[in-house]
Antibody, heavy 118, light 107 residues
């Protein structure tokens, strides 16, 4: 049974870089059938797609965040990561990692709340 | 970017009611439309993929239809455990992936 688990600091200071990892268990991140993605949800608001990565390292980012986002993959750890630079309070959100199968996200992590505050 | 307009934003219904949510895309997305259920404090759950296909393990009272720009999500007989927020999401292989604004369903 596939599981995804986000990890990283729950509090980040303004202007610093948010860094999260997503560890995949119960399946291989190197499968050619899937992309892996990050989605976020500000408190009380809707879902926003951040970006996707393929096991080969190919990435696709939301243009609204592209200048600040880096997603990377470490196949040896079965893990992929998110870095979001120059954060502000507007980046406070629950961050989810998920598997993209076809055109839908079929497996999700439980989510992790990241608060941007000094 | 493809914009997804979901309506209504909130909905109150009774147990046993038929519930319908609509999602309209700003351009033709064929059938590349998914529906998710999100309960408070939980991650979204994929219910319907490719507009009308029921994800494995999802009760048959959930269904989806549509293609092109207009899509519908239906719960045929509302159950208490269906209280949640529902989102549509498109990915017509044109980025970015976008979600509808969500429909909060209450009993």
């Amino acid at each position: 049974h596939l599981q995804l688990q986000e990890s990283g600091p729950g509090l980040v200071k303004p202007s610093e870089t948010l860094s999260l990892n997503c560890t995949v268990s119960g399946g291989s991140i190197s499968s050619s059938s899937y992309y892996w993605g990050w989605i976020r949800q500000p408190p009380g608001k809707g879902l926003e797609w951040i970006g996707n990565i393929y096991y080969s390292g190919s990435t696709y980012y939301n243009s609204s965040l592209k200048s600040r986002v880096t997603i990377s993959v470490d196949t040896s750890k079965n893990q992929f990561s998110l870095k979001l630079s120059s954060v502000t309070a507007a980046d406070t959100a629950v961050y989810y990692c998920a598997r993209l199968h076809g055109v839908g996200f079929d497996y999700w992590g439980q989510g992790t709340l990241v608060t941007v505050s000094s | 970017d493809i914009q997804m307009t979901q309506s209504p934003s909130s909905l109150s219904a009774s147990v046993g009611d038929r519930v319908t949510i609509t999602c309209q895309a700003s351009q033709d997305i064929s059938n590349y439309l998914n529906w998710y259920q999100q309960k408070p404090g939980k991650a979204p759950k994929l219910l319907i993929y490719d507009a009308s296909n029921l994800e494995t393990g999802v009760p048959s009272r959930f269904s989806g239809s549509g293609s092109g720009t207009d899509f519908t999500f239906t719960i045929s007989s509302l159950q208490p455990e269906d209280i949640a927020t529902y989102y549509c999401q498109q990915f017509d292989h044109l980025l970015p992936i976008t979600f509808g604004q969500g429909t909060r369903l209450e009993i």
